[in-house]
């Protein structure tokens, strides 16, 4: 994991840093009290996935597989690329989509995953708004893991930089899918990628409130195709009203639920998503 941690974080946080930096010099970063606890929350995440869950997930599982399988280290390291890549990219993404989709519909895996949800503001500090608790079960973790045990290095980078540059793309407050629909030619285009592939029109209406929002839908991180088939797309191609939840809570609770249960701090607004907020 030290390898390619080395040759892969400094990316990742490269990536994440130009495209708040891009966020921050173009103005689509209103500054309050909001956005400081936003930040703050991103460093909270980003410790708790890079520094504790990634770590952690790696020895337990290291010790697993050395104890049931002994001879199972490097044991697919050869493996062709092309065979590897995308059996492992569908099915880890095919996972986070059933992960995703549970957090919205089972009650304590959603307290877990609202932190998430609860940014007034859609940008990609977002992108590591988590509960602690949430980084370890993220199918990448587990997924990353596996595949750095039997060998597939490679094969982890290269769907760990998909996977996150694709994060960045459609959490950025920039709607840069609505600005290339203004191009010639590239509605029709995009009428087929969206169907495909995430855009931010439809994580945006996953975060969304109002008319254009689909909270309870467009799970997928990368493969949008997995909610056309299970039935679960919405496309609105439109900017959303709002971002957020209809109610606020205790920051504690949303960092470190269910070991700290401070509940509702601010009523439910008037619009709310069909979402259950509690």
Known sequence: ?????????????????????FEII????????????GSLFALT??????????????????????????????????TAFWLAFPIYFVVEEFCHYWLHRWSHEKRWLWKLHRTHHSAAQLNTLVLYRYNIFWTALLP???????????????????????????????????????????????????NVLEK?????DTHHAHHG?????????????????????LGTAKIPRARQEKFGLPANFD????????????????APRATSPSLNAK
């Open 140 to 190: 990448q973790a587990w997924f990353g893991a596996i595949a750095l045990h039997l060998g597939l290095t490679e094969v982890f980078i290269a769907s760990t930089l998909i996977t996150f540059s694709v994060n960045v793309l459609t959490h950025t407050s920039y709607r840069w899918d609505l600005a290339l629909r203004k191009l010639p030619l590239m509605n029709p285009l995009l």
């Open 251 to 266: 920051w504690r609770e949303e960092l470190f639920w269910p070991l700290v249960r401070k509940g509702i701090v601010r």
């Open 26 to 37: 173009g103005g689509q970063h209103r500054w309050n009290r909001g956005t400081l606890k």
């Open 209 to 229: 409130l109002g008319k254009n929002a689909h909270a309870r839908g467009n799970y997928a991180v990368t493969i949008f195709l997995f909610d056309v088939l």
């Open 196 to 200: 495909i592939v995430t855009l931010p």
């Open 45 to 78: 995440g980003i410790a708790a996935h890079t520094v504790v869950a990634a770590p952690i997930v790696g020895i337990v599982l290291s010790l697993v597989f050395n104890y049931i399988f002994p001879h199972s280290t490097n044991l697919l390291i050869g």
């Open 1 to 21: 994991m030290n390898d390619a941690g080395a040759t892969l974080y400094p990316l990742l946080l490269t990536i994440f840093g130009l495209s708040i930096f």
